[in-house]
């Protein structure tokens, strides 16, 4: 079992720039990949970007991409989701997960898009970006 915690969220202004921040506990958290969703009201959850178990592979949606900058702190279980020029497009609450554990990637090259492999959520911290 993993408990991830979200925190960062807030209100700001189109352009501006946010850090949410994922604390986990619970099960060895450099083990699992680990990624970011976002759900805007009435909309489906979707995938923002993910990290491998050891940082050495991140991929982005293409909505985030130049703009968002995943990463992660294995020594303090925590990973990171930097967020500059927001737009009001980007408000939603934000949750991260915990992903699958493939015990061949040796080389920390997985990262995964779909809900279905992740496995841990937290509770989600919202973002509100303001025009």
């Known amino acids: 079992q993993v408990q991830l915690v979200e925190s960062g969220g807030g209100l700001v202004q189109a352009g501006g720039s946010l850090r949410l921040s994922c604390a986990a506990s619970?099960?060895?958290?450099?083990?699992?990949?680990m990624g970011w969703f976002r759900q805007a009201p009435g909309k489906e959850r979707e995938f923002v970007a993910s990290i491998s178990w050891n940082g050495g592979s991140t991929y982005y949606d293409d909505s985030v991409k130049g703009r968002f900058t995943i990463s992660r702190d294995n020594a303090k279980n925590t990973v990171y989701l930097q967020m500059n020029i927001l737009s009001p497009e980007d408000t939603a609450v934000y949750y991260c997960?915990?992903?699958?554990?493939?015990?061949?990637?040796?080389?920390?090259?997985?990262?995964?898009?779909?809900?279905?492999?992740?496995?841990?959520w937290g509770q989600g911290t919202q973002v509100t970006v303001s025009s």
């Open positions: 619970g099960r060895t958290f450099s083990v699992y990949p």
């Open positions: 997960a915990a992903g699958r554990v493939d015990p061949w990637d040796y080389r920390g090259s997985a990262t995964y898009t779909s809900k279905d492999d992740y496995n841990y």
